[in-house]
């Protein structure tokens, strides 16, 4: 039942689907996470190459005999060499060769984190586009009401042409701001679409995905760019112990030679002569590159640590914001309530009522965009804490 619930509102486009269920097909058939695998499986196989054994090499010879112009007869030679490495520069490959494939998985994470945390940060601002165009057009509304009461009072004689007409020009001018709205919001939609690799239209759900209490709650688990630079530091270590002794690689020769009148059998072992080479630089390159990625991960832990607790605290304040304009947003309705009913029996100035429409049209637009910027936040908290590493 594979993809069945999208499949459904793909074809039918009878419901939107919720988030979590969107989520969830995307990074099942996500071609981008599927080309990051790709990458894990081709450094296994580099990995591959660099720890497989050399092949021997194999030398045939033949030789002919004459003593003293006597009758030729033929002898031949056969050498093998093999080519083994040291058992220092052995380990050092493997550790090298284990941190290599430990840095891809790290990047494998840091790419699958990035791909959530973009998917779920393009769908808050998608929510947001929507609920701001309702509220943009609920305010249009709210104006073409007021400017409707305003000019059946012109019509009466109890109100002025140049109220009806400020009334009027209001509501009117809000049309080219719900059709940007519009813009944006389709716009949102057709990016988190692209970067999901779904091709047709999905209905989706406008709802925010987290609160300021979803913030609270910690996680123990590394930042990806933590894992990358922990890796890089095992990755360093293995070419350094790759390069401790004075040479990495012997061969091991053995042959045999047939001569007219006896059989010759050898073996021994052909080592470098490190006489100029002695591989100092490349160990202190190693060993700096050892010393300067640790320094490099201590930094990026004091840095993380930080921005985790500057979120932390954004996110709290911004709880007390959303709070108190809650507040005042039950305030202001009330007030305008009042107001609406004093202006039907002519107790109350239109631009009165009108001021207080907007003011409550103002906090709620206010409430919204603070919704935004704490799933914004909480989002950009969760990557640091490794929600999304698995």
Not at 160 to 175: F, G, I, P, R, Y
């Amino acid at each position: 039942m594979k993809q069945l619930v999208l499949l459904i509102a793909l074809i039918t486009g009878a419901f939107a689907i919720d988030f979590q269920t969107f989520k969830r097909e995307v990074l099942a058939n996500a071609k981008i996470l599927e080309a990051q695998k790709l990458e894990l499986a081709m450094q296994r196989e580099r990995n591959r190459i660099d720890l497989r054994s050399e092949n021997p090499e194999l030398g045939i010879e033949g030789a002919r005999y004459n003593a003293d112009g006597g009758e030729d007869t033929w002898g031949y030679a056969l050498d093998l060499r093999q080519r083994v490495r040291t058992g220092s520069f052995m380990k050092g490959l493997r550790q090298k060769a284990e941190a290599a494939a430990l840095l891809r998985r790290a990047y494998q994470t840091e790419g699958r984190a990035g791909f959530l945390k973009t998917l779920e940060t393009l769908y808050t601002r998608y929510v947001y586009a929507v609920k701001r165009e309702a509220i943009l057009r609920e305010e249009q509304q709210l104006l073409q009401q007021v400017a409707q009461m305003v000019e059946a009072r012109y019509k009466s004689g109890s109100d002025t042409k140049v109220s009806w007409l400020q009334a009027k020009s209001e509501a009117d001018a809000l049309k080219s701001e719900v059709i940007t709205a519009k813009i944006r919001q389709k716009t949102l939609y057709r990016q988190m679409m692209a970067l999901a690799g779904i091709s047709e239209s999905t209905p989706l759900e406008a709802r925010f995905l987290y609160t300021s209490e979803v913030a609270a709650s910690p996680s123990d688990k590394p930042a990806p760019a933590l894992k990358i630079a922990e890796a890089k530091e095992r990755l360093y270590a293995g070419e350094y112990t790759a390069r401790k002794g004075s040479f990495r690689r012997f061969d091991i020769v053995g042959g045999v030679e047939k001569e007219p009148d006896q059989t010759i059998g050898r073996v021994g072992v052909a080592l470098p002569l490190v006489l100029f080479n002695r591989q100092k630089e490349e160990r202190a390159l190693a060993k700096l590159k050892m010393k300067q990625a640790a320094l490099q991960k201590a930094q990026l832990q004091i840095e993380t640590e930080q921005q985790k607790r500057m979120y932390r605290e954004s996110i709290t304040l911004l709880g007390e914001r959303y709070r108190s304009l809650e507040t005042l947003y039950k305030e202001q309705k009330a007030l305008t309530q009042l107001l609406e009913e004093g202006y039907k029996i002519a107790k109350s100035s239109v631009f009165v009522l009108m001021r207080a429409k907007n003011k409550l049209i103002e906090t709620r637009k206010a409430l919204l965009k603070t919704q935004k910027e704490i799933n914004e936040q909480t989002i950009a908290l969760r990557f640091l804490q490794g929600a999304y590493n698995d």
